[in-house]
């Protein structure tokens, strides 16, 4: 068993930076990716960013890249998402997604966070 909860959503000036915090716990489990997604009002679910637990290495969606930065602490099983230079389109419900070592491809999903960007 595997459990995400994500932290950190709120509203904030567009130009402005938010973190998001992404916990995953549970018993006999090693992480392995965890990745963030982001849903906008009346649009598809897109791929924000990723990282792989073991190396560290990172992967962005094209929209994103140069703006926001992913990483973790291993220690706390815990990822961020550090967005920089936010605009209002980057508005939109973000879930944090976490596989385990144990349970190979199946996707364990956090209940998801409101991130407001006003202008």
């Known amino acids: 068993q595997v459990q995400v909860v994500e932290y950190g959503g709120g509203s904030v000036q567009a130009g402005g930076s938010l973190r998001l915090s992404c916990v995953a716990s549970?018993?006999?489990?090693?992480?392995?990716?965890m990745r963030w997604f982001r849903q906008a009002a009346g649009k598809e679910r897109e791929f924000v960013a990723g990282?792989?637990?073991?190396?560290?290495?990172?992967e962005y969606a094209d929209d994103v890249k140069g703006r926001f930065t992913m990483s973790r602490d291993s220690g706390k099983n815990t990822g961020y998402l550090q967005m920089n230079s936010l605009k209002a389109e980057d508005t939109a419900a973000y879930y944090c997604?976490?596989?385990?070592?144990?349970?190979?491809?199946?996707?364990?999903w956090g209940q998801g966070t409101q991130v407001t960007v006003t202008a």
């Open positions: 549970g018993r006999t489990f090693g992480i392995s990716t």
């Open positions: 997604v976490a596989r385990a070592y144990n349970t190979g491809d199946y996707d364990f």
């Open positions: 990282i792989r637990w073991a190396g560290g290495s990172t």
